[in-house]
């Protein structure tokens, strides 16, 4: 009898809302393809005594679970935990882009830092990108680069009418959707303000539709296929998630040169990559409004689709698996 693999994997923070809701569908999309995941939420990443009563919680899973692989899906406080609490069993970590992508904070400092340390431990590394990859100092070897990976049956193109109906947006409105997050600064909500209201001194009826942490991860679907574009315009990322999403819904996307969005947009009708300023964003902004069409985004599904991507994780495991049951040790 073959018993399917086990693999916990470690998120930071509670499972609510939007929080690293890519990962909690990484997970899904593992289960569909026989995986038998476990999710442990890291319900602090700040205090010392908090970590140590975690750990505790955290061996007691282990032990009841017996996982084959743990796979921590951030790097930061995320991985090096999992590296300390189950130093014996194989270890996946995800880099996302916060984890590696340092700003002038000594916060963000300290957990690049944290994150370089946790990759020694590591048994294979996931980045998002290729520039993430670039940003280790070591084990660059250990590396595949994989993006989160978006379900095709989900974000899918539906009639543009007939979401705005339901949804009580008016036809001749022209929408920009943004996803402003759990960190509008990064994602340059500002720039984006000042970008749309050069667009409205260009073109009539145009607005913005901002998606926050409190956006419920269903509505996404509905929204991407209502809006005329994606904007984004963040200072640093990794591989962000919302533009597989769009693309996927052939929503068409401006965005600024951050993380693999040249590489994602490459070929894609109706998108383009423009400058970090205001008023080019505005005039492509412009041009993509004035008459609303849709892109041919689904036409890269393939590369970023979560069947895809579990396969080439379920291949992972299973290396890292047969080599820690064959170890001496």
Sequence with gaps: MVFPMRVLFVIPGEALGSSMIFARRQAESLAREG????????????????????????????????????????????????????????LVITFRGSDLNVSRSLRSLAGFVLSQIAALRAGRIVCVSRQLRERLWWRRGLVVILTSGVDPEVFCPEARSGVRQKLGWGDDERVVLFNAGHDPANKRLDLAGEALRLTQGLLAYVRME??????????????????????????????????????????????????????????????????????????????????????????????FSAPRIAGELCRMYGELAGAWNTSPY
């Design 35 to 90: 995986v038998e995941v476990e999710v442990f939420h890291l319900r602090s990443r700040t205090s010392l005594w908090e970590l140590v009563r975690e750990g505790v919680r955290f061996r007691q899973r282990v032990r009841s679970f017996d996982p084959q692989v743990i796979h921590a899906h951030f790097g930061t406080v995320t991985a090096l935990f999992a590296a300390w609490a189950a130093p014996l069993r194989p």
């Design 210 to 303: 901002v998606l926050d942490g409190a956006t419920a991860p269903a509505r996404v679907p509905e929204l991407l296929n209502a809006a005329d574009c994606l904007l984004l315009t963040s200072d640093r990322e990794g591989s962000p998630t919302v533009i597989q999403e769009a693309l996927a819904c052939n929503l068409p996307v401006i965005s600024v040169d951050v993380g693999d969005t040249v590489e994602r947009l490459r070929g894609v009708s109706c998108s383009a990559i423009v400058p970090r300023e205001a008023a080019a964003i505005a005039r492509e902004l412009a041009r993509v409004l004035r008459v609303p069409t849709r892109s041919d985004g689904r036409s890269k599904v393939a590369e």
